[in-house]
């Protein structure tokens, strides 16, 4: 393929065609070409749409803005893990979930920030809360950001301090968070030099940044192709690599600390799904798709090319 001048959103170099497809999940049928960094590895939808445009790939049943998975009470054995691997010493679990805890803790991944006294924590593109109600019962002081207003509404109810709104509309004082998170947000947004800039400027020195984002280095967009499920095309306008992440992070003063790659069925099975175009028996339902993907994820494991990607980085 000949390299094109259209220039990459992270670090402005040249990119060439890699793929176009179509609105999987809602079966629209308007395609969307996607290019590919020469240097960093992004992959990215060009042109990139407009806010209408973006606004439209939304719809009102988009589920992560519902409140049926709101956040539940968290285990007794979560409580141990967090207790011992984590800092979380005022959780107090009992003996017995401590001892199964020291024993399960080496194996358990790491998916909630040390724990800081009176810390303050920003998840940006909150949904419905679920996360920021955890970390509250976890004993964080929380705030979010939201676009969605349902989500919104779903967060006030639950009286979480949501803002409704970007972030650079919520206007945080500077060094106002010892955490920010973006869980599989960063990938929905075009602009994504301000927001690094603004992400960088409300997190307090040595304060952490954790970012989870879809792999686009993942053995399953290998081979899965423009049918990857995790392409999530067209709410997807920037796939990242661990490349192109640490030099976003990079440009605006924050240090990749670690990254990890991490998976689960779920994806693997709706893009056999996608590719088979089974409208029948979803693929997750079938024992035997589901000994499949875990051979998958014991795969991409080995490979070190999971679907996502889980970073940290430091101010």
């Not at 798709?289 to 940290?312: C, E, M, P």
Request: aromatic share 12%.
């Amino acid at each position: 393929m000949s390299v094109e001048s259209v220039n990459c959103p992270v670090c402005q170099s040249q990119s060439q065609y890699d793929f176009s497809s179509r609105d999987l999940m809602f079966n629209h049928y308007e395609r969307y070409d996607y290019f590919k960094c020469i240097n960093c590895l992004s992959v990215f939808q060009n042109p990139m749409p407009s806010d209408e445009k973006i606004n439209s790939f939304y719809p009102t049943n988009y589920s992560v803005f519902d409140a049926k998975s709101q956040a539940r009470k968290i285990s007794p054995l979560k409580e141990a893990i967090y207790y011992i691997k984590h800092g979380y010493k005022h959780l107090k679990p009992n003996f017995f979930f401590k001892q199964v805890a020291t024993i399960v803790a080496p194996f358990y991944k790491a998916d909630k920030p040390d724990f800081i006294k009176n810390g303050t924590l920003l998840d940006v593109g909150c949904g419905n809360g679920r996360y920021l109600n955890t970390m509250r019962l976890l004993g964080w002081d929380v705030q979010g950001v939201e676009l969605n207003e349902n989500g919104v509404k779903v967060c006030h109810a639950a009286n979480l301090p949501v803002h409704h709104g970007d972030l650079l509309s919520a206007s945080f004082p500077d060094k106002s968070f010892d955490v920010i998170t973006l869980r599989h947000v960063i990938e929905h947004v075009r602009d994504i030099h301000p927001l690094m800039a603004e992400l960088a400027r409300i997190l307090k020195p040595r304060g952490k940044l954790i970012i989870e984002t879809p792999n686009n280095q993942a053995l399953g967009h290998s081979f899965c192709g423009a049918n990857w499920y995790a392409n999530d095309v067209p709410r997807h306008l920037i796939l990242f690599s661990q490349t192109s992440l640490s030099l976003l992070g990079a440009e605006h003063g924050l240090r990749m600390l670690s990254c990890r790659f991490e998976t689960s069925p779920k994806i693997i099975l709706n893009s056999l799904d996608y590719i088979t175009k089974n409208e029948d028996k979803p693929s997750k339902k079938i024992i035997w798709k589901r000994f499949l993907a875990r051979f998958y994820i014991w795969k991409a494991q080995r490979r070190n090319q999971g679907d996502t990607i889980h970073s940290v980085f430091v101010k």
